[in-house]
């Protein structure tokens, strides 16, 4: 399933006889980052709804992410949507400067690398 957001290309993956999703970098059991130079705050609120859609109707019932520990339905319902109700114009401002950052520090590590 596309889940764009934390990257555009993120996915999870969704074993639906056993109801397992397979979340990659998509969510986990921490802070989801969203200040990378190629995420997407808009979309990442998206796919958080599409989560709590899957949870609501009773298709996922544990989580297997790319980081940290795995967890059941309660804490991805809670994830997604504490990450929906951050996502106002302070986390917006404080992601773009944190993307800004991060874009710098890529550019300048990019151009100590090129010949």
Do not use: Q
């Amino acid at each position: 399933m596309h889940m764009p957001g934390h990257s555009r290309g993120s996915i999870c993956l969704h074993d639906k006889d056993r109801k397992i999703l397979f979340s990659g970098d998509v969510v986990y059991d921490g802070s989801l980052i969203d200040w990378l130079p190629y995420s997407r705050i808009s979309d990442y609120v998206g796919t958080c709804e599409r989560l709590i859609e899957l949870v609501d109707r009773g298709l996922v019932e544990k989580v297997l992410p790319g980081h940290f520990n795995t967890f059941g339905a309660e804490r991805l319902f809670r994830l997604a949507s504490n990450y929906i109700s951050k996502a106002g114009i302070c986390h917006k401002v404080s992601t773009f400067a944190m993307r800004s950052l991060a874009s710098l520090a890529l550019r300048v590590t990019n151009s100590r690398t090129s010949p």
